[in-house]
Each structure stands twice: as structure tokens, then as C-alpha cells.
């Protein structure tokens, strides 16, 4: 049966709460995160992306692009109460909601042919709910899948409503950098630019024997799979949380490998800590390291360390750098 899936997602979510709170910041740009030397851009409002500030960019590189910002520490017990208030209203249009991140969710609407004429009448009046219940601002992708959902609520953010439908989406997606497919991040991007595959549509030509020397025969078929839009993911409302960490920012730089160490093996520590709380096993280490900018003396001593043997059977240790 075909499905029709949701992804809504809320627009510079931190910062348009500190815009609704404050009415003076309204049409400026705002920037919410770590006010420190070492903090980093938890998200920027539309105005201050235009000076080229991103989430996860250290704050001092924000503030050296977009002088003029408003940065604003962020007041993280209210983000909470209105995703709870989001997600209040998600539940009314769909028994199945799975949610992402604190302002992103999936809901499967199959067959909600009661409750609108049409899916994208269904989006139009959960945007507007969303809009007069929070004074906030949703972008709403429609389509037979997850990962088509997803692509397409973020294709006219901010305020986005995009729809693509299942006839549609082999073309629709083909001009898209393959950065889009679920998964590829910056090492697949750069194998597959090898390849000379750079869009969703040069991996729909490209022949799947040959990306699996590259990738791996999984990697290589889920790919392909995804290209021509094709995602047989189930909406899962009741997921539970799939991953555990703990992160930290230095105020001042590591400056050895042997300080490095001793920082991973208390992160570690605590990480597995947290694990034993909530009683699971994990299967996947995941090491973000951030670099400091000017200084990259180590890196190559830390690279040695994150890359060295998983530490638990099967896990695998990717680093990704922040
Ligand atoms: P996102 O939905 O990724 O970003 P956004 O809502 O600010 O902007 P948009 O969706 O319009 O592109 O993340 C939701 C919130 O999560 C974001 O407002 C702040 C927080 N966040 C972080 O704290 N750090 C991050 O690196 C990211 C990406 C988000
Ligand atoms: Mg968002």
C-alpha cells in the first residue's frame, strides 16, 4: 500500500523561540549558543545565515561574520516546553509520530483521508496549528517515504510545504548533490565524487557493481535504493533512544596525545556509565573531535587514536569531525 509520511520540522527552531520572546529581535539576526571562547553556534536565525553563520560553528567565527548579531546564550528548559507543545499537536494528526530531534518528527498519515481532502491540505492546517498554538514556523515535506519526506520538507525551507510524489520523485530528485542520500556524509562524498558521481541522478546511472568496490556491497545497493527514492523504513512511533554520548568542549586546547587519552577514557567512562543506567548494549562508537582552527599539530596523533582498534566486537569507530 502506498504510504504517505510527514517530516515537519521547525525553522531555526532555538532562535525563533528567542525571536517570538523577544519582539525587538524580530527581523535581526540572532544567535543562540556557547557564549564562551570555545562555545559553538547551537543555531542562527535566517538573517544571520545570510552572513554565513551556521549550527555547530565556533561562536568566534560568528561573531567575525555577523558583527552586528544578537548572541543569546539560549534558555534550554523553555526549547523543551515548546517541543513538548510541537509534538502535543503532531499527535493530533497522526497516531504515528516518530520523533528526530527536539523540533523534527516524521508522522505517517496513511490513510488519514478523514481528517483533510488531501495530504497537503492535511500539512497546510498542522502548519497553521503549529503557527497559532506557538507563533512559530514549521517546514512540512509530504511523501510516500521517509527519507523523500525528509528531503523534501528542507527543499523551500523556511515555511516549506513540498510535496513529492512517487511518479514524481526519480526526477524530482536527480539535480540534488548526492550529500542528499541518507548516509553520505563527508568521506562517501568524496569516494563517490571519485566515481564521478556527484548528483542523485549520476548515482541512479551509476552501476551498482562498481560502487560496491568502492563502498561495500550494502552501502553500495542502499544507495542506489535511496537514488530512485525508494525507502521501506516504517514510521516508529515508539522508537527508543538509539544512541548514548557525552561531549565536551575544552576551554583550552589539548595539547598531547597522552591528554587526549586520559580525556577519551572519562568521556568513555561516563559513556558507559550511561549505558549500564539505561541497561543497553551499543553495537557503534561514534569519536566527534573538533580541531582547534589555527592549531592542527596533533591532529594527526589524535587521528591515530580514535582510528585504532574498535574497542568493543563489531563496533565501528568512525570519526567525524565537527
Ligand atoms: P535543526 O532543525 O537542525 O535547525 P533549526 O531548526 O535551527 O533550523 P532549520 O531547521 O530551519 O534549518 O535543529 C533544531 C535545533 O536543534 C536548533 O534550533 C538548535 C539545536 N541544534 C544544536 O543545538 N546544535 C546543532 O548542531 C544543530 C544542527 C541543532
Ligand atoms: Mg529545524
Not at 497553521?128 to 523534501?152: C, D, M, Q
Not at 510524489?165 to 563527508?186: F, H, S
Amino acid at each position: 500500500m502506498q504510504r504517505t509520511i510527514l517530516h515537519v520540522d521547525m525553522d531555526a527552531f532555538f532562535a525563533a523561540i528567542e525571536q517570538r520572546e523577544h519582539p525587538e529581535y524580530r527581523g535581526k539576526p540572532v544567535i543562540v549558543g556557547g557564549l564562551s571562547s570555545r562555545g559553538v553556534v547551537a543555531t542562527a536565525s535566517y538573517e544571520a545565515r545570510r552572513s554565513g553563520v551556521h549550527s555547530a560553528m565556533p561562536m568566534t567565527t560568528a561573531r567575525r561574520r555577523c558583527p552586528d548579531g544578537i548572541f543569546v546564550q539560549g534558555n534550554y528548559a523553555l526549547y523543551r516546553a515548546v517541543s513538548a507543545e510541537i509534538f502535543a499537536i503532531f499527535s493530533r494528526y497522526s497516531p504515528l509520530v516518530e520523533p528526530l530531534s527536539i523540533d523534527e518528527a516524521f508522522l505517517d498519515v496513511t490513510g488519514m483521508g478523514l481528517l483533510a481532502p488531501s495530504p497537503r491540505v492535511l500539512a497546510q492546517r498542522l502548519k497553521a496549528e503549529i503557527r497559532e498554538k506557538t507563533a512559530l514556523v514549521a517546514s512540512v515535506g509530504i511523501a510516500p517515504n521517509k527519507f523523500l519526506a525528509k528531503l523534501a520538507s528542507d527543499l523551500e525551507k523556511p515555511d516549506g510545504l513540498v510535496e513529492i510524489r512517487a511518479e514524481d520523485a526519480v526526477r524530482r530528485i536527480a539535480p540534488l548533490p548526492v550529500r542528499r542520500l541518507w548516509g553520505v556524509g563527508n568521506r562517501t562524498e568524496e569516494k563517490l565524487a571519485a566515481l564521478g558521481i556527484k548528483t542523485i541522478g549520476e548515482m541512479q546511472q551509476a552501476d551498482e557493481k562498481k560502487l560496491a568496490r568502492s563502498l561495500g556491497r550494502r552501502a553500495a545497493h542502499a544507495l542506489k535504493e535511496l537514488s530512485f527514492g525508494r525507502d521501506e523504513r516504517r514510521v516508529e512511533p515508539d522508537r527508543e533512544t538509539k544512541s548514548i554520548g557525552k561531549e565536551v568542549t575544552f576551554e583550552h586546547d589539548l595539547e598531547s596525545a597522552e591528554e587526549a587519552e586520559r580525556e577519551l577514557l572519562s568521556l568513555a567512562e561516563k559513556v558507559g556509565w550511561r549505558l549500564r543506567l539505561a541497561g543497553v548494549a551499543a553495537r557503534t562508537i561514534q569519536l566527534k573531535v573538533r580541531r582547534a582552527e589555527a592549531e592542527r599539530r596533533f591532529s594527526a596523533e589524535i587521528e591515530a587514536l580514535y582510528t585504532r582498534t574498535p574497542l568493543v566486537p563489531n563496533a565501528t569507530v568512525s570519526p567525524s569531525q565537527g
